[in-house]
């Protein structure tokens, strides 16, 4: 009985040590360190049946310097809204960057008929991020193609967006 066990743990520390695998970092000069960076989240309201993604896919042109693009869909019980935007940031110091770029948003109404709505605009603003996990931006948005008749009819807005990962 004694040999039948250790004999199943000798099999089962053989089975644990084979299936780990090396953690070796990439020298700092290396092309092997990747340049792209990505983020997203998705979920579903079931009660309402509406739909709200996110996503952003970053790329390191320089230490200081990277180019985004960024993209939401939000399904709502009246309306679908599909936001794309690219950006360019630079950070002047390790933890505030600024930002610059012009994005679309598709408004599409449902069940009214019509075409959709596709405001342009152009933003600029500011960000921090004291940790990996906390970003807070200021972004003055303008938009353009817009009259007080349309959907999103709000000619410049300010806003302060904050996001927190976990």
Do not use: C
Not at 4 to 13: A, P
Not at 28 to 48: M, P
């Amino acid at each position: 009985m004694f040999n039948l066990r250790f004999v199943l743990f000798l099999f089962f520390i053989h089975m644990v040590l084979i299936g780990q695998e090396l953690i070796e970092k990439p020298p700092v000069d290396s092309l092997a360190i990747s340049k792209w960076s990505s983020d997203g989240f998705s979920y579903a309201d079931l009660g309402t049946q509406e739909q709200h993604s996110y996503f952003s896919v970053l790329f390191e042109l320089d230490p200081k310097f990277y180019a985004e693009l960024q993209g939401f869909y939000n399904s709502h019980r009246i309306s679908d809204v599909l936001d794309l935007s690219t950006r360019v940031k630079w950070y002047p110091v390790k933890k505030v960057y600024l930002f610059s770029g012009v994005g679309i948003q598709v408004d599409r109404t449902k069940g009214f008929g019509g075409l959709p709505i596709m405001p342009t605009r152009m933003f600029k603003g500011v960000g921090y991020e004291p940790n990996k996990s906390i970003k807070i931006e200021a972004v003055y948005d303008l938009n353009f193609n817009t009259t007080n008749a349309e959907f999103n009819a709000t000619p410049s807005l300010f806003t302060l967006k904050g996001k927190y990962r976990f």
